[in-house]
């Protein structure tokens, strides 16, 4: 089964405003990793956060994480309609090597 | 970041036949890794490729129907065998950046069974 559920499951907004999308897991993590992927094309990374890490910044993108709530946001500031996209998180058990599981993601829809 | 590439990036295949996907990584790694994603779902891991020894399969997934090699550091293919409309998908690779932990993804190649 998915390890990480996301919400919501699409979201539509206007240009400038901005985007926060959930995500929540279910046992521990090494990292959590957040991908945007453009029309069923390869995923672009966008971010990394460690289990001991709280929040990070990039340019216009926030991700916090929560360990004690299992679950993540990803805030995206002044949204473009260039982010029209879907995105995911993804988590890396503790534990083990790298390997993946990935949310449901979501479909995120900015209009100009 | 890795730069992967992966061939074919589409294609369009009959019922029982077989179709490999190479995945080509312009640095060496040690783990390669291969997804599946569904028409409208997110990615599910099929194995993990490590050079030398036998791939490891997640629940769901065999080895008779999704053999994979790994000849060499930079290089793996898949093998999606006896085809059927449900293997129709999107099916990436990805490497780990041991440094940093990020996992990079190939453009992925998209399968459609008739």
């Known amino acids: 089964s998915q390890q990480g559920e996301e919400d919501p499951q699409a979201l539509s907004i206007q240009e400038g405003e901005n985007a926060t999308m959930n995500c929540s897991y279910k046992t521990s993590i090494n990292n959590l990793q957040w991908y945007r992927q453009n029309s069923g094309r390869g995923l672009v990374h966008l971010i990394l956060i460690r289990s001991n890490e709280r929040e990070k910044h990039s340019g216009r993108l926030r991700v916090t994480l929560d360990t004690s709530k299992k679950s993540s946001s990803l805030l995206i500031t002044a949204s473009r309609a260039a982010d029209t996209a879907s995105y995911f998180c993804a988590t890396a058990l503790s534990g083990g090597y790298n390997k993946l599981i990935f949310g449901a993601g979501t479909r995120l829809a900015v209009h100009p | 970041s890795a730069v992967i590439s992966q061939k074919p990036s589409r294609d369009i295949c009959q019922r029982g036949t077989s179709l490999t996907i190479q995945c080509q990584v312009d640095?060496?790694?040690?783990?390669m890794f291969w997804y599946r994603q569904q028409p409208g779902q997110s990615l599910t891991l099929i194995a993990t490729a490590n050079q030398g020894s036998e791939a490891t399969y997640e629940s769901g997934f065999v080895i008779d129907k999704f053999p994979i090699s790994r000849p060499n550091l930079t290089f793996s293919t898949l093998t999606v065998s006896n085809m059927s409309p449900e293997d129709s998908s999107i099916y990436l690779c990805s490497v780990d950046d041991y440094l940093t932990d990020t996992q990079y993804f190939g453009p992925g190649t998209r399968l459609t069974v008739l």
């Open positions: 640095s060496q790694v040690t783990m």
